[in-house]
């Protein structure tokens, strides 16, 4: 149900209050729904996710609560419910408490914005793209906030960490959406799904969609970019004072990253609830989220942690010229050859091809390529006697 038919039905159940009351009520129960469902999801998202990487590291993962462990995530909630709550003696207790709340609210203030549907209520406001980049930018202050609050060596460094690697990546992130702004014309979730009727821009733009879901990965702080966390060097980073639902609101806020990252990316990219006639546009949007959700969970199960000086020289050597490059191409393409969208998949691939060739073989570092050994002249001494 979208806002504004439960808007509606609120209005048919409560004729006798004002307009504006009826609104305000309508976005309270909208915004518990949300909250309620995303909360939900989040916690069956755990399950799974330790579910599928138990089953890529050759584990067997949770299966002691319910069948195939599906009751985890309730033990998991009670558990953390009953910890005790503890605040260090020397933290800034105010900014100790605020850092999770802001980091659960803002992450799930931007579901909000999600279209399900051309009716999306905020997903059709003009600036719902720049809304939602501006939230989630607020994630860096938050872990900022936590770590400089702990009073903790340990949790200090990981959120210098933090917000060195997450501003170096929001700004690739940023510079590659404006390909689809380009072509959209609108800065409307809802305008950038329709604009997708005809082809998705994944196939127009694989390098932008390469660059905006790697830097996307960067944000969330997840393999291989984990080092805000870093728990063999910081033993957990921004988090390591906290404990019980202070704790638990930083988790389910992690869990929720890459499905809200999965459909965003839907929008922009895959077209949104576009697809067969016959199928229901939430039933694919619901299918191409959940794709891209296991292509995330993929990328954490097998790649291993870089360095951070790997993860800062990423952002800026190879993503950040891939996102203007990227640009470029779109903006040409656009005045020259309008919408000739099989010229323009010919040549965004082809660039996309010699960028990755380029970046692998003249930025790679070639001093990891092992040098043929030279075998000792002591070595097999006695076989010439």
């Known amino acids: 149900m979208s806002f504004?038919?439960?808007?509606?039905?609120?209005?048919?159940?409560?004729?006798?209050?004002?307009?504006?009351?009826?609104?305000?009520?309508?976005?309270?129960?909208?915004?518990?729904?949300?909250?309620?469902?995303?909360?939900g999801i989040g916690s069956v998202y755990t399950w799974f996710e330790r579910r599928v990487l138990a089953k890529f590291q050759s584990r067997i993962g949770p299966n002691r609560w319910g069948p195939f462990g599906l009751l985890q995530p309730i033990a998991d909630a009670v558990k953390l419910m009953l910890k005790e709550?503890?605040?260090?003696?020397?933290?800034?207790?105010?900014?100790?408490?605020?850092?999770?709340?802001?980091?659960?609210?803002?992450?799930?203030?931007?579901?909000?914005?999600?279209?399900?549907?051309?009716?999306?209520?905020?997903?059709?406001?003009?600036?719902?793209?720049?809304?939602?980049?501006?939230?989630?930018?607020?994630?860096?202050?938050?872990?900022?906030?936590?770590?400089?609050?702990?009073?903790n060596k340990y949790a200090i460094l990981g959120s210098i960490r933090a917000v060195a690697m997450l501003i170096s990546y929001e700004v690739p992130m940023a510079v590659s959406l404006m390909g689809v702004v380009m072509m959209s014309e609108s800065l409307s979730l809802v305008g950038i799904t329709n604009s997708q009727s005809t082809i998705p821009y994944i196939?127009?733009?694989?390098?932008?969609?390469?660059?905006?879901?790697?830097?996307?990965?960067?944000?969330?702080s997840r393999a291989p970019f984990d080092m805000v966390e870093s728990e063999s060097e910081l033993i957990g980073g921004y988090i390591t004072e906290y404990a019980g639902m202070k704790f638990a609101a930083f988790q389910l806020s992690e869990f929720l990253a890459p499905i809200f990252t999965s459909a965003f990316f839907t929008v922009l990219f895959l077209g949104g609830d576009s697809g067969f006639s016959f199928i229901p546009g939430i039933i694919w949007f619901s299918l191409k989220t959940f794709i891209v959700t296991c292509i995330l969970l993929w990328?954490?199960?097998?790649?291993?942690?870089?360095?951070?000086?790997?993860?800062?020289g990423f952002a800026w050597k190879v993503l950040m010229p891939a996102a203007i490059l990227n640009t470029l191409l779109i903006g040409l393409e656009i005045v020259f050859i309008g919408e000739n969208y099989l010229l323009q998949i010919i040549i965004n691939f082809f660039a996309a091809f010699l960028f990755i060739y380029f970046i692998a073989n003249v930025l790679g570092q070639k001093r990891l390529v092992l040098e043929k050994p030279i075998p000792s002249e002591l070595a097999n001494m006695d076989a010439n006697r």
């Open 299 to 312: 990328f954490r199960s097998t790649w291993p942690r870089l360095r951070i000086d790997q993860i800062m």
């Open 4 to 39: 504004n038919q439960l808007n509606k039905l609120m209005g048919d159940l409560l004729p006798f209050l004002p307009d504006s009351l009826l609104f305000i009520i309508s976005g309270i129960f909208m915004a518990a729904g949300i909250c309620t469902t995303l909360i």
């Open 203 to 220: 196939l127009i733009q694989p390098l932008g969609a390469m660059t905006f879901l790697i830097a996307a990965i960067a944000e969330m």
């Open 85 to 151: 709550d503890i605040i260090p003696r020397t933290a800034d207790k105010l900014v100790f408490i605020a850092a999770p709340i802001i980091f659960l609210a803002t992450t799930l203030m931007v579901y909000a914005f999600i279209p399900l549907g051309e009716d999306s209520q905020l997903g059709g406001t003009n600036v719902a793209l720049l809304f939602v980049l501006g939230i989630t930018s607020i994630n860096a202050l938050t872990v900022f906030m936590a770590g400089w609050a702990s009073k």
